[in-house]
């Protein structure tokens, strides 16, 4: 073809093909497209907006006989050819949807794009359900964190983004794609900055309301002292011994409001953990606070899924509970929200994607 004056299909003639060339060389990055699905609407407007994009209209629904259907729209304005796409889904029940539904259509959604010819689909999941489940703990029990990684890789996901999961190393070992993971550590730790009390405390301590979540808490303890202009030894982490017997939470000794190992005294204490569900780990560790001559100032955690017991749980916690952005907090109640705080996730979520497009910047530089 070449020194031709023939045209490519489509083309109306040879300058015209290169000149779309030139125009595609030029071009830093490949388009875009932000979808947010129904259930997680409201939070992916909030991540489109800071990036001064709309979502892409997507059409959503569910047949008479309950099975799903999802796929971005027709014409130009739904076409993903060649496009990196971004599909927004925080995975929790809610009154609407269960977690399973939610999840069911994610993956409707990405394998759609998939085969409409996305360059690349992100699943953006501002909340992992099943991290939990991230190993065996009895016989013949399932590891869900891994299936649900490799059914998201088959529906043709090619990279997941999401937000503080319970169990990093397990999340990491369970997806063969790549992840980014985002920590809400400096968003909380400026939430707890900001509280009058706590700023003026001379004597501070950040609760691990278990054993698990010591390397969480610490983390966030770097956070908060940087953002307050102390040094991280002068918060040191103290941790509840949470037992759970029958999933009831209790403490190992069963005294009182339970141990708490470490010194708490004249202290005010804020607790940190990955998610709250039903409430009973960081009620307990809370609890435990003013039994060992402390003073709860705060609650904090990414993922405030509030079920269960949750509202019975808060009527006894008489501090801020300060979560994210990434569940809607509509399960407590007007005593319980109240004392509810929600802190704003979407501009570092915007920016991760913005990273993740451009294949510029690092997402580490948002964690530090
Ligand atoms: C467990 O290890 C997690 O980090 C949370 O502490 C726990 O899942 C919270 O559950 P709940 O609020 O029901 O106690």
């Known amino acids: 073809m070449a020194g031709s004056n023939n045209a490519l299909p489509g083309f109306v003639n040879r300058e015209q093909v290169i000149g779309m060339i030139g125009e595609a060389l030029t071009q830093r990055t490949r388009p875009m497209k932000i979808f947010g699905l129904n259930a997680s609407g409201a939070y992916a407007e909030k991540v489109a907006k800071h990036l001064n994009m709309d979502l892409t209209p997507h059409e959503e629904k569910t047949f008479e006989d309950g099975e799903s259907y999802v796929r971005s729209v027709d014409g130009a304005i739904g076409n993903v050819r060649g496009h990196n796409v971004f599909v927004i889904q925080s995975l929790y029940s809610d009154a609407a949807e269960p977690v399973a539904e939610k999840f069911m259509k ?26 939990r489940q991230d190993r065996k703990t009895e016989s013949r029990a399932p590891i869900t964190t891994k299936i649900l990684a490799k059914m998201l890789q088959a529906s043709g996901v090619d990279r997941v983004l999401m937000m503080d999961v319970h169990n990093l190393s397990a999340v990491q070992n369970a997806f063969d794609i790549r992840i980014d993971i985002l920590e809400a550590k400096k968003i909380l730790a400026q939430g707890c900055a900001d509280n009058k009390k706590i700023k003026n405390a001379k004597k ?85 606070v003013p039994k060992h001559g402390g003073t709860l100032a705060a609650l904090c955690a990414t993922h405030g899924l509030f079920v269960g017991e949750a509202n019975e749980q808060f009527h006894a916690i008489h501090c801020p509970i300060i979560v994210a952005d990434t569940v809607a907090p509509y399960r407590l109640d007007k005593k319980n929200a109240s004392k509810l705080q929600v802190v704003d996730t979407s501009p570092m979520m915007a920016n991760a994607i913005l990273r993740i497009h451009s294949g510029t910047g690092s997402i580490a530089e948002l964690l530090d």
């Open 106 to 131: 994610l993956c409707i959604m990405c394998g759609a794009l998939k085969t409409a010819s996305a360059h690349e689909v992100i699943a953006v999941v501002p909340y992992l359900a099943y991290a």
């Open 204 to 288: 501070i301590r950040v609760l691990s309301p278990d054993k698990g979540g010591l390397e969480r808490a610490s983390f966030f303890r770097d956070a908060l002292a940087k953002i307050m202009g102390r040094e991280p030894e002068e918060i040191p982490v103290v941790i509840f011994d949470k037992l759970r017997k029958k999933g009831v939470v209790t403490s190992v000794t069963g005294s009182a409001g339970g141990t708490i190992i470490g010194d708490v005294e004249d202290a005010m204490v804020i607790g940190l953990d990955d998610m709250i569900a039903t409430g009973g780990t960081m009620c307990k560790a809370g609890l435990a």
